[in-house]
T-cell receptor, first 113, second 112 residues
Framework: DTAVSQTPKYLVTQMGNDKSIKCEQN?????MYWYKQDSKKFLKIMFS???????INETVPNRFSPKSPDKAHLNLHINSLELGDSAVYFC????????????FGNGTRLTVT | GENVEQHPSTLSVQEGDSAVIKCTYS??????FPWYKQELGKRPQLIID?????GEKKDQRIAVTLNKTAKHFSLHITETQPEDSAVYFC???????????FGKGTSLLVTP
Protein backbone atom coordinates (compact mmCIF):
# COMPACT_ATOMS: atom_id res chain seq x y z
CA ASP A 1 0.00 0.00 0.00
CA THR A 2 1.35 3.39 -0.98
CA ALA A 3 1.30 5.65 2.07
CA VAL A 4 1.31 8.96 0.19
CA SER A 5 0.01 8.73 -3.34
CA GLN A 6 -0.15 11.53 -5.86
CA THR A 7 -1.49 11.63 -9.38
CA PRO A 8 -0.60 12.04 -12.11
CA LYS A 9 3.03 10.92 -12.15
CA TYR A 10 3.74 12.92 -15.32
CA LEU A 11 2.01 16.01 -16.62
CA VAL A 12 2.92 17.66 -19.91
CA THR A 13 0.95 20.73 -20.88
CA GLN A 14 1.16 24.00 -22.75
CA MET A 15 1.63 27.46 -21.32
CA GLY A 16 -1.56 29.11 -20.20
CA ASN A 17 -3.37 25.89 -19.35
CA ASP A 18 -4.81 25.00 -15.94
CA LYS A 19 -3.93 21.69 -14.30
CA SER A 20 -4.43 19.86 -11.01
CA ILE A 21 -2.39 17.38 -9.00
CA LYS A 22 -4.05 15.19 -6.42
CA CYS A 23 -2.57 13.80 -3.22
CA GLU A 24 -3.88 11.36 -0.67
CA GLN A 25 -2.27 9.84 2.41
CA ASN A 26 -3.46 6.79 4.33
CA UNK A 27 -1.13 7.21 7.30
CA UNK A 28 -3.64 9.06 9.45
CA UNK A 29 -1.34 12.09 9.57
CA UNK A 30 -2.70 15.53 10.40
CA UNK A 31 -0.26 17.65 8.40
CA MET A 32 0.26 17.70 4.64
CA TYR A 33 2.64 19.62 2.43
CA TRP A 34 3.49 20.56 -1.12
CA TYR A 35 7.15 20.89 -2.02
CA LYS A 36 8.62 21.97 -5.36
CA GLN A 37 11.88 20.46 -6.58
CA ASP A 38 13.49 22.44 -9.36
CA SER A 39 16.01 21.30 -11.96
CA LYS A 40 18.84 21.87 -9.49
CA LYS A 41 17.16 19.47 -7.05
CA PHE A 42 16.37 22.17 -4.50
CA LEU A 43 13.37 21.18 -2.35
CA LYS A 44 11.32 24.22 -1.43
CA ILE A 45 8.23 24.30 0.75
CA MET A 46 5.16 25.74 -0.97
CA PHE A 47 2.28 25.05 1.39
CA SER A 48 1.52 23.19 4.57
CA UNK A 49 -1.86 22.29 5.99
CA UNK A 50 -2.73 21.05 9.43
CA UNK A 51 -6.15 19.44 9.91
CA UNK A 52 -7.34 21.05 6.66
CA UNK A 53 -6.19 24.52 7.75
CA UNK A 54 -3.59 26.41 5.72
CA UNK A 55 -0.58 27.07 7.91
CA ILE A 56 2.16 28.08 5.49
CA ASN A 57 1.96 29.76 2.12
CA GLU A 58 5.57 30.35 1.25
CA THR A 59 5.55 33.22 -1.27
CA VAL A 60 3.91 31.14 -3.93
CA PRO A 61 2.15 32.97 -6.80
CA ASN A 62 -1.60 33.01 -6.37
CA ARG A 63 -1.90 31.01 -9.59
CA PHE A 64 -1.25 28.07 -7.24
CA SER A 65 -4.25 27.17 -5.12
CA PRO A 66 -4.14 24.25 -2.71
CA LYS A 67 -7.30 22.63 -1.43
CA SER A 68 -7.69 20.23 1.46
CA PRO A 69 -11.19 18.70 1.53
CA ASP A 70 -10.20 16.57 4.52
CA LYS A 71 -7.00 15.85 6.38
CA ALA A 72 -6.16 12.86 4.17
CA HIS A 73 -6.18 14.89 0.93
CA LEU A 74 -4.31 17.92 -0.32
CA ASN A 75 -4.74 18.83 -3.95
CA LEU A 76 -2.89 21.49 -5.93
CA HIS A 77 -4.47 23.47 -8.74
CA ILE A 78 -2.34 25.63 -10.99
CA ASN A 79 -3.81 28.29 -13.25
CA SER A 80 -2.22 29.89 -16.31
CA LEU A 81 0.83 27.64 -16.32
CA GLU A 82 4.19 29.22 -17.11
CA LEU A 83 7.45 27.72 -18.36
CA GLY A 84 9.03 28.34 -14.95
CA ASP A 85 6.46 26.08 -13.30
CA SER A 86 8.19 23.06 -14.83
CA ALA A 87 9.49 21.02 -11.88
CA VAL A 88 8.76 17.95 -9.80
CA TYR A 89 6.06 18.55 -7.22
CA PHE A 90 6.12 16.39 -4.11
CA CYS A 91 3.27 15.92 -1.71
CA UNK A 92 4.22 14.87 1.82
CA UNK A 93 2.59 14.22 5.17
CA UNK A 94 3.62 14.04 8.82
CA UNK A 95 2.03 13.70 12.21
CA UNK A 96 2.06 16.77 14.44
CA UNK A 97 3.85 19.15 12.10
CA UNK A 98 7.47 19.22 11.02
CA UNK A 99 8.98 17.91 14.24
CA UNK A 100 8.34 14.41 12.97
CA UNK A 101 9.39 12.63 9.76
CA UNK A 102 7.90 13.72 6.46
CA UNK A 103 6.67 10.93 4.20
CA PHE A 104 6.86 11.92 0.55
CA GLY A 105 4.77 10.83 -2.37
CA ASN A 106 6.46 9.71 -5.59
CA GLY A 107 6.27 13.12 -7.16
CA THR A 108 4.58 14.63 -10.20
CA ARG A 109 6.88 15.75 -13.00
CA LEU A 110 5.27 18.79 -14.59
CA THR A 111 6.58 19.94 -17.95
CA VAL A 112 5.21 23.16 -19.40
CA THR A 113 5.90 23.71 -23.10
CA GLY B 1 12.72 31.91 6.46
CA GLU B 2 15.15 29.45 7.96
CA ASN B 3 18.40 29.11 6.04
CA VAL B 4 20.04 25.68 5.82
CA GLU B 5 23.46 25.52 4.22
CA GLN B 6 24.82 22.18 3.05
CA HIS B 7 28.33 21.21 1.94
CA PRO B 8 29.75 19.82 -0.22
CA SER B 9 27.42 19.94 -3.21
CA THR B 10 29.17 16.93 -4.75
CA LEU B 11 31.23 14.21 -3.12
CA SER B 12 33.02 11.32 -4.75
CA VAL B 13 34.51 8.50 -2.66
CA GLN B 14 35.81 5.03 -3.27
CA GLU B 15 33.88 2.06 -2.04
CA GLY B 16 34.76 1.32 1.56
CA ASP B 17 35.75 4.89 2.38
CA SER B 18 33.78 7.20 4.67
CA ALA B 19 31.67 10.14 3.53
CA VAL B 20 30.81 13.22 5.59
CA ILE B 21 28.21 15.84 4.73
CA LYS B 22 27.86 19.00 6.80
CA CYS B 23 24.97 21.39 7.35
CA THR B 24 24.47 24.61 9.24
CA TYR B 25 21.21 26.30 10.16
CA SER B 26 20.30 29.78 11.26
CA UNK B 27 17.19 29.47 13.44
CA UNK B 28 17.99 28.63 17.06
CA UNK B 29 14.36 27.46 17.48
CA UNK B 30 14.95 24.50 15.14
CA UNK B 31 14.79 21.27 17.15
CA UNK B 32 14.42 18.47 14.60
CA PHE B 33 17.05 17.57 12.01
CA PRO B 34 16.32 14.77 9.53
CA TRP B 35 18.41 13.50 6.65
CA TYR B 36 16.89 12.26 3.42
CA LYS B 37 18.30 10.16 0.60
CA GLN B 38 16.95 10.62 -2.91
CA GLU B 39 17.85 8.18 -5.65
CA LEU B 40 17.50 9.25 -9.26
CA GLY B 41 13.88 9.67 -10.27
CA LYS B 42 12.57 8.69 -6.85
CA ARG B 43 11.15 10.39 -3.79
CA PRO B 44 13.24 11.59 -0.84
CA GLN B 45 13.31 8.98 1.91
CA LEU B 46 14.24 9.47 5.54
CA ILE B 47 17.45 7.69 6.51
CA ILE B 48 18.13 9.09 9.98
CA ASP B 49 17.06 11.98 12.17
CA UNK B 50 18.13 13.65 15.38
CA UNK B 51 16.44 15.92 17.88
CA UNK B 52 17.96 18.84 19.69
CA UNK B 53 18.27 17.07 23.02
CA UNK B 54 20.64 14.47 21.53
CA GLY B 55 24.21 15.01 20.35
CA GLU B 56 24.73 11.88 18.29
CA LYS B 57 22.72 9.04 16.83
CA LYS B 58 23.88 5.97 14.96
CA ASP B 59 22.13 3.40 12.80
CA GLN B 60 24.44 0.74 11.38
CA ARG B 61 26.72 2.50 8.87
CA ILE B 62 25.19 5.94 9.21
CA ALA B 63 25.47 8.40 12.05
CA VAL B 64 24.45 11.97 12.64
CA THR B 65 26.01 14.47 15.03
CA LEU B 66 24.50 17.74 16.21
CA ASN B 67 26.18 20.76 17.75
CA LYS B 68 23.38 23.07 18.85
CA THR B 69 25.72 25.76 20.10
CA ALA B 70 27.44 26.03 16.76
CA LYS B 71 24.20 25.30 14.85
CA HIS B 72 25.64 22.59 12.72
CA PHE B 73 24.97 18.93 12.14
CA SER B 74 26.66 16.28 10.05
CA LEU B 75 25.95 12.97 8.38
CA HIS B 76 28.60 10.28 8.46
CA ILE B 77 28.47 7.20 6.26
CA THR B 78 31.09 4.54 6.89
CA GLU B 79 32.14 1.65 4.65
CA THR B 80 30.39 3.22 1.68
CA GLN B 81 28.89 0.99 -1.00
CA PRO B 82 27.90 1.80 -4.60
CA GLU B 83 24.22 1.68 -3.58
CA ASP B 84 24.86 4.63 -1.27
CA SER B 85 25.19 6.77 -4.42
CA ALA B 86 22.34 9.30 -4.33
CA VAL B 87 21.53 12.88 -3.43
CA TYR B 88 21.43 13.49 0.32
CA PHE B 89 19.48 16.34 1.88
CA CYS B 90 19.71 17.72 5.37
CA UNK B 91 16.77 19.60 6.83
CA UNK B 92 15.85 21.61 9.90
CA UNK B 93 12.41 22.22 11.34
CA UNK B 94 11.12 25.74 10.83
CA UNK B 95 10.07 27.81 13.83
CA UNK B 96 6.50 27.69 12.54
CA UNK B 97 6.53 23.98 13.36
CA UNK B 98 4.92 23.22 10.02
CA UNK B 99 7.73 23.06 7.50
CA UNK B 100 11.10 21.47 7.03
CA UNK B 101 13.69 23.68 5.38
CA PHE B 102 16.07 21.68 3.24
CA GLY B 103 19.68 22.15 2.31
CA LYS B 104 20.50 22.20 -1.40
CA GLY B 105 21.62 18.59 -1.43
CA THR B 106 24.86 16.66 -1.80
CA SER B 107 25.31 14.36 -4.76
CA LEU B 108 27.31 11.39 -3.45
CA LEU B 109 29.02 9.05 -5.88
CA VAL B 110 30.59 5.86 -4.57
CA THR B 111 32.88 4.23 -7.10
CA PRO B 112 33.73 0.52 -6.92
Amino acid sequence: DTAVSQTPKYLVTQMGNDKSIKCEQNLGHDTMYWYKQDSKKFLKIMFSYNNKELIINETVPNRFSPKSPDKAHLNLHINSLELGDSAVYFCASSQGGSNSPLHFGNGTRLTVT
Amino acid sequence: GENVEQHPSTLSVQEGDSAVIKCTYSDSASNYFPWYKQELGKRPQLIIDIRSNVGEKKDQRIAVTLNKTAKHFSLHITETQPEDSAVYFCAASANSGYALNFGKGTSLLVTP
